[in-house]
């Protein structure tokens, strides 16, 4: 095996349990940063994993509410509305030199994080799965499938490549990509429409495809240009092909935060689309029409 590593995990749900659960599992040190009530829990039982890929199974964690002393790297997987409090955990000075690897939806928060931290240590990361938080320290992993992509111009390339290979032996497909900004778009141009047009008409994907067919091509359409003009990959027909691929129930996360009564990342995600389209002069007004919407309806 790889070195043991030590790693943090901030936000424990979702993404944070199903990581840090299959890295406890591979025999690395997992120390969970939550709220009092998650560390307790987690101290208690540890990390449950349910999973069709890699298995049923439980694994002991360290649990506090702030990170007090070096790890080698600390997963970032809180969502953005949590963003703020949540790196309160992750003092500047007790983080040093370990990698910070965000999993964040949106663009615009490796340079936030790269004003708080060192610039060298920022690790932006995209990963592609379905896992669920059901209780504290309980995940349930239902995709067949789990890819992270690390990134990070900042970051020396073998730091980079040490920690794509811990992640691969614990579980994810994962690769190191040269281009952040491509990796970030990649995920945003995706997301983007999903997460807009799942949320305003509270349908699952295979209906916004079909009964909201012209608003989903044209806004495909006007994400791509956006992204196109960032420095990212635009292929409006290849994403609406995944789109057709996708199971029909499918619902974005922000949809699942709406119906849970839950913060939305509407900002992040919607907010930095069309401050991207502002700052090339582009007009994007389905985009634009669906997030005044959005935040009209109180989201």
């Given amino acids: ?10 936000g424990p749900g979702g993404i944070g349990g199903l990581l840090g659960g ?31 890929v890699f298995g049923d199974f439980t694994v002991p ?15 970032v997987a809180v969502k953005h509305t949590a963003l703020d409090a949540a790196l309160d955990r992750v003092p500047p000075a007790a983080l040093g030199d370990a990698l910070l690897v965000p ?22 990361a995209v990963i592609r799965v379905e896992s669920t938080r059901l209780a504290p320290g309980v995940i349930e992993h ?18 980079l490549d040490a920690l794509a290979a811990v992640l691969g032996d614990a579980g994810p497909v994962t690769r190191v990509l040269d281009d952040e900004t491509s990796a970030l778009w990649a995920k945003m141009s995706f997301l983007a429409p999903f997460a807009l047009l799942t949320t305003r008409y509270g349908l699952p994907l295979g209906e916004i495809r079909t009964r909201h067919r012209d608003e989903l091509t044209a806004l495909v359409e006007e994400t791509s240009a956006v992204s196109r003009a960032c420095g990212g990959p635009a ?12 199971p029909p129930q499918s619902k974005s996360s922000m949809q699942r935060d709406a ?29 634009s029409r669906l997030v005044r919407e959005l935040t009209a309806a109180g989201h």
């Fill in 1 to 10: 095996m790889a070195k043991r590593l030590s790693v943090a995990v901030l």
């Fill in 103 to 124: 999993f964040l939806n949106g663009v615009e928060h490796p340079a936030a994080l790269r004003a708080r931290y060192a610039p060298h240590v920022v690790a932006p």
């Fill in 61 to 75: 964690v360290e649990a506090d509410t702030v990170l007090r002393e070096p790890v080698d790297v600390c997963l």
């Fill in 142 to 159: 239902g995709s067949p499938f789990a890819e992270v992509d690390l990134t990070g111009e900042t970051v020396d390339r073998a730091r």
């Fill in 235 to 246: 292929d409006p027909a290849q994403a609406l092909a995944r789109y057709d691929d996708f």
């Fill in 259 to 287: 119906e849970a009564g839950r913060p939305l990342e509407l900002d992040a995600i919607g907010g930095a689309l069309l401050r991207a389209a502002d700052r090339h002069g582009l007009s994007v007004p389905v985009a």
């Fill in 22 to 52: 299959l890295l406890g599992r591979a025999g690395h040190r997992v120390v969970c940063l939550a709220g009092e009530g998650t560390a307790e829990a987690l101290r208690a039982d540890g990390i449950r994993v349910r999973s069709g």
